[in-house]
């Protein structure tokens, strides 16, 4: 009686612990209308700053972004012309990605929506 007890409870915690996981959100080909003086390069510098994420040059057009929060790493590539980016996963370590069904933590999908968002706004809004 009480081993069956003590397996339920222990099943009930392990259930409320784990957050299922959620289909792995990019964005693509995003149009922006950069405010004077911006360039999205610095826009990507400025919005992933403001997020905490580290942003680095891969090459022209290219940049690539980390995010590093509580045991957990997140990357992606962010592929820019002059009026759009994307945002596209690249890895992560501690957030139970599965490639086959190309889902992921729930919390990654937050992360990268902040990402976007402060994109939006530091080329939207100026220097």
């Known amino acids: 009686m009480k ?52 942003m680095s040059a891969v090459r022209p057009g290219l940049m690539k972004g980390v995010l590093v929060a509580r045991g957990h790493s997140v990357e992606v590539y962010i592929p820019y012309t002059q009026n759009t980016y994307s945002i596209e996963y690249a890895g992560s370590d501690n957030m139970h990605y599965n490639a086959k069904k190309n889902k992921i933590h729930p919390k990654y999908n937050q992360w990268v929506r902040n990402l976007d968002l402060a994109i939006y706004r530091a080329a939207t809004m100026g220097k």
């Open 3 to 54: 081993k069956t007890l003590l397996m339920v409870l222990l099943a009930g915690l392990m259930a409320v612990g784990c957050r299922s996981l959620a289909p792995v959100y990019n964005v693509e080909n995003k149009t922006v209308v950069l405010s004077a003086g911006n360039t999205m390069q610095q826009a990507i510098l400025k919005g992933g700053s403001a997020k905490r994420w580290t």
